[in-house]
């Protein structure tokens, strides 16, 4: 069983920055990991993964060149900084870790965090 606990989220003005983790405790393995995020009335949706090494990432198209998801050496915790925030990236923001790819699919996932609110005002 593998405890995933968020942390980060908050209230931004549209161009703001913010930083969330997330800490994987219990028996991660060697978990690849990632972010999916779901605004009120719209599907969860895949944002970003690293790979277990750390060497690897993927992006949904929408944040390319705004996010940033990495992992320390430690393998327990992952990141995801957040630049030039918009509007619609308001959203509750989930970390995950992930059985098997593709990384955008949901299904895929077998650990879930609780979610983060992420706010961004216009």
């Known amino acids: 069983q593998v405890q995933l606990a968020e942390s980060g989220g908050g209230l931004v003005q549209a161009g703001g920055s913010l930083r969330l983790s997330c800490t994987a405790s219990?028996?991660?393995?060697?978990?690849?990991m990632g972010w999916f995020r779901q605004a009120p009335g719209k599907e969860r949706e895949f944002v970003a993964a690293?790979?277990?090494?750390?060497?690897?990432?993927h992006y949904i198209d929408s944040v390319k060149g705004r996010f940033t998801i990495f992992r320390d050496n430690a393998k327990t915790t992952v990141y995801l900084r957040m630049n030039s925030l918009k509007p619609e990236d308001t959203a509750v923001y989930y970390c995950?870790?992930?059985?098997?790819?593709?990384?955008?699919?949901?299904?895929?996932?077998?650990?879930w965090g609780q979610g983060t609110q992420v706010t961004v005002s216009s």
């Open positions: 995950a870790t992930y059985a098997t790819k593709p990384y955008s699919d949901y299904l895929n996932v077998n650990y």
């Open positions: 219990g028996r991660p393995n060697s978990y690849d």
């Open positions: 690293v790979s277990w090494t750390g060497r690897n990432t």
